[in-house]
């Protein structure tokens, strides 16, 4: 059986321009168009070197840290960026869902972009037809459907785009983290979706930061780490692998280097553990910068084991509704740990609105490490509903007074 999809030795190379001495005034900046002008240019490879077949019906997950070449590799495949070197032998239509939403128009309506969008897809009037209640009842958006999409909130504006990309049938489908998508239950629905979409026979390239959905729909798995494949075998094998990496790099804390898009964002969480086995308390400290006044606002903390599947989510509890006013916020949460197994820990944060909706959202931006037994003998603790443990939780306010 010959591959539906061969790379051979593919690579991208793009140049970075250093500039010495800070910022230039308006004549610096056109003399250094014709001088050299004390710039540096450094060659950086985004890839290089990357090989591997594809089968028809193989449903391969592409992992790695950020910056390890997933995106550019996609960008390749999908014809929007051409490589530096290497070629690419694909015996089927490719189509991508790399970036959900875009050649969506704001002042058009639900209805009408579903049609607009589906058509730079590469769908037909026809196919868009025969699927458009599916695509309708999928995103769950029906009420809203003949409203222009500049009233529709973020989250339904991205479960709208995905319902269309989501019912394309190419032989070959590339997906970049769509499970990032809606809420929980949208997410639910979209992983649902896509192994549909992988018993149906068709070819899929998966990049995902979830590594439990990766291992649920790829038997394959592709670790990418400073643009070349680092290993390439069965999904189980290739996770132990990129948790080995990860473990040597992820830290305590995350602070955010410059200021963002959102409405409300964490600019630093520090996490700390405290006390012993099994009365373990883990403390955050959070900055939250918010740009707009927030009237209830609340944030949660999921934790996830190594591979990435949460195992217990912090609401704090004695204060669960914030005022965020314009301005940046300084508070501690404290998180009662259940006994946990010595391993490392991920954390990730969220900051919602008072209707649930989604104002920000950071995947394992931290961790933890837990180095001694909880328990000696086998009483250790069972999650409870839904795989998820509950532990007590609670805001200290007032951290300039500390």
Request: charged content about 25%; hydrophobic content about 40%.
């Amino acid at each position: 059986m010959k591959p539906i999809l061969e790379v051979r030795d593919l690579a991208k190379k793009y140049r970075i321009k250093h500039l010495s001495g800070g910022y230039l005034s308006l004549r610096e900046r056109i003399r250094s168009v014709f001088t050299l002008g004390g710039s540096v240019v450094e060659d950086f490879w985004a890839l290089n070197g990357v090989s591997f077949d594809v089968l028809p019906g193989e449903s391969i997950g592409i992992i790695g840290r950020n910056g390890a070449g997933k995106s550019t590799l996609l960008k390749i495949l999908s014809k929007i960026t051409p490589p530096t070197k290497g070629r690419i032998i694909a015996r089927g239509r490719i189509a991508s869902l790399l970036e959900v939403g875009t050649g969506f128009h704001p002042e058009l309506t639900g209805r009408e972009n579903i049609y607009f969008n589906g058509s730079l897809l590469g769908m037909k009037h026809r196919e868009i037809q025969e699927k458009f209640d599916e695509i309708v009842d999928f995103s769950g958006v029906e009420k809203f459907l003949d409203t222009p999409l500049k009233h529709y909130s973020s989250g339904m504006q991205l479960r709208l785009a995905f319902s269309v990309a989501a019912f394309l049938e190419p032989e070959i489908l590339i997906i970049d983290e769509v499970l990032a998508v809606g809420d929980a239950e949208f997410q639910r629905k979209c992983l649902g979706k896509m192994e549909d979409v992988s018993k149906s026979g068709r070819t899929i390239l998966f990049v995902s930061h979830n590594l439990a959905a990766v291992e649920n729909l790829c038997k394959r798995a592709i670790l990418l780490n400073s643009g070349k494949i680092v290993s390439d075998e069965a999904t189980s094998k290739v996770l132990i692998k990129y948790q080995n990496l990860l473990d040597r790099t992820t830290t305590s804390s995350y602070v955010s280097h410059s200021p963002r898009k959102e409405a409300a964002y964490f600019a630093l969480i520090d996490a700390k553990i405290e006390g012993l086995q099994p009365a373990l308390k883990l403390t955050l400290q959070c900055m939250v910068t918010s740009r707009e006044k927030h009237k209830d606002a609340f944030v949660a903390f999921d934790i996830s084991s190594p591979l990435g599947v949460p195992i217990m989510q912090a609401i704090p509890r004695n204060e669960p509704f914030l005022k965020f006013e314009k301005d940046t916020h300084n508070f501690l949460v404290e998180i009662d740990l259940p006994p946990l197994i010595p391993d490392f820990y991920k954390i990730s944060a969220w900051i919602g609105s008072h209707n649930t909706e989604t104002i920000a959202w950071d995947r394992e931006i931290a961790g933890f490490e837990i180095i001694e037994s909880p328990i000696k003998g086998r009483n250790f603790p069972h999650s409870q509903g839904n795989g998820f443990l509950i532990p007590h939780s609670r805001i200290i306010y007032d951290l300039d007074d500390l």
